[in-house]
């Protein structure tokens, strides 16, 4: 089985896990709340499984969320230590 996903999708969900709300996440990312929700909805049909629980008002990891959060931080720390190594970057 191969699972497919983006960087983008991964930070939308990060700054969903991290913010709680669709809306502030597209305020920080610039995009439409339609346009995040798409993400998520598609990081969670590649990854087959629920990522966060969309509670009235606020989101909130699921447990399989919260363990992609962790990776996801880690992801986030190697593409900045890339960009730093990356020609016009540093």
């Given amino acids: 089985m191969r699972v497919r996903f983006s960087l983008a999708q991964l930070e939308a969900f990060y700054w969903l896990a991290e913010l709680g709300t669709f809306k502030a996440v597209?305020?920080?990312?610039?995009l439409s709340q339609p346009a995040i929700t798409t993400r998520i909805?598609?990081?969670e049909r590649g990854l087959g499984t629920t990522l966060v629980d969309r509670q009235i008002g606020r989101s909130v990891p699921t447990s399989s969320?919260?363990?992609l959060l962790e990776e996801t931080r880690c992801?986030?720390?190697?593409?900045e230590r890339i960009t730093r190594i990356t020609p016009g970057h540093g």
């Avoid at 992801?75 to 593409?79: A, T």
């Fill in 75 to 79: 992801i986030f720390q190697h593409v």
């Fill in 26 to 30: 597209s305020e920080r990312l610039n």
């Fill in 41 to 43: 909805k598609e990081l």
């Fill in 65 to 67: 969320g919260r363990a």
